[in-house]
C-alpha cells in the first residue's frame, strides 16, 4: 500500500480556518484519498475522500495537487469539537484501511 | 441503525485466560474488520471477513481467532490473553471493502487491560 505523511501534531485557533497536509508522492492513479478522524475516547469517523478534484461536503474540503503527491484537508472554522486525531489513507483495490499515527489536532480558545 | 456494536465496553483479564469480543453491524456490510491501536499509534490491522464465511489474517493476527458465521456478526477470540495484548480494540464495517470510494464505520471501541 501507498504511504502518507502527515505532521505529528499542529495547534489552530478557535474558528479560524485549519490546513492539514498530507503528502503521498507513492500514490498510484486509481488511489482515493480519504480523511478520517478520531475525537478522544472514539472509534475513528470518516470525513471526506477524493480522486483528482477538490471536494467539499458538511464537515470539511479536500484540496488535491494537479499531480495528486499531496492534499491538504482544510476545515473552514475551527471549534473546539475538532479536536482529534486526523488520518490521512489511501484506497487502493484491496480491502484494507492502512493508518499512520496521523495529525493530532488541538483547538485554542 | 445502530451501526457498528462492540461488547463488552471495558474488560480486564488476567494473563492465560479466554474471552470474545463481540462486534455486530446492522447495515448488511459484507466486509468487517478489527483493529487494534496501543497509546500514540494508529489503528493496526488484526483480522477480517469479506463476508459470511470467509476471514483473513491483517498485519497482526497473532494471538486473536476470528469467525464469520453470519453476515451480522464477527467476534474476535484471545485464546490466551496476554499482557502484550493490552489494547483498545475498533471493530469496523463497510459495504464490501473492495469500493475505492467505501467508507468504513468503526464501533465505539473495547479496551482491554490483561493483567
Known amino acids: 500500500d501507498a504511504k502518507t505523511t502527515q505532521p505529528n501534531s499542529m495547534e489552530s485557533n478557535e474558528e479560524e480556518p485549519v490546513h492539514l497536509p498530507c503528502n503521498h508522492s507513492t500514490i498510484s492513479g486509481t488511489d482515493y484519498i480519504h480523511w478520517y478522524r478520531q475525537l478522544p475516547s472514539q472509534g475513528p469517523e470518516y470525513v471526506i475522500h477524493?480522486?483528482?478534484s477538490n471536494v467539499n461536503n458538511r464537515m470539511a474540503s479536500l484540496a488535491i495537487a494537479e499531480d495528486r503527491k499531496s492534499s491538504t484537508l482544510i476545515l473552514h472554522r475551527a471549534t473546539l469539537r475538532d479536536a482529534a486525531v486526523y488520518y490521512c489513507?489511501?484506497?487502493?483495490?484491496?480491502?484494507?484501511?492502512?493508518f499512520g499515527t496521523g495529525t493530532r489536532l488541538t483547538i485554542i480558545p | 441503525n445502530a451501526g457498528v456494536t462492540q461488547t463488552p465496553k471495558f474488560q480486564v483479564l488476567k494473563t492465560g485466560q479466554s474471552m470474545t469480543l463481540q462486534c455486530a453491524q446492522d447495515m448488511n456490510h459484507e466486509y468487517m474488520s478489527w483493529y487494534r491501536q496501543d497509546p500514540g499509534m494508529g489503528l493496526r490491522l488484526i483480522h477480517y471477513?469479506?463476508?459470511?464465511?470467509?476471514?483473513d489474517q491483517g498485519e497482526v493476527p497473532n494471538g486473536y481467532n476470528v469467525s464469520r458465521s453470519t453476515t451480522e456478526d464477527f467476534p474476535l477470540r484471545l485464546l490466551s490473553a496476554a499482557p502484550s495484548q493490552t489494547s483498545v480494540y475498533f471493530c469496523?464495517?463497510?459495504?464490501?471493502?473492495?469500493?475505492?470510494?467505501?467508507?468504513?464505520?468503526f464501533g465505539p471501541g473495547t479496551r482491554l487491560l490483561v493483567l
Open positions: 477524493g480522486l483528482t
Open positions: 489513507i489511501l484506497k487502493g483495490g484491496n480491502e484494507k484501511l492502512t
Open positions: 471477513s469479506v463476508g459470511a464465511g470467509i476471514t
Open positions: 469496523a464495517s463497510s459495504y464490501s471493502g473492495r469500493g475505492l470510494q467505501e467508507t468504513q464505520y
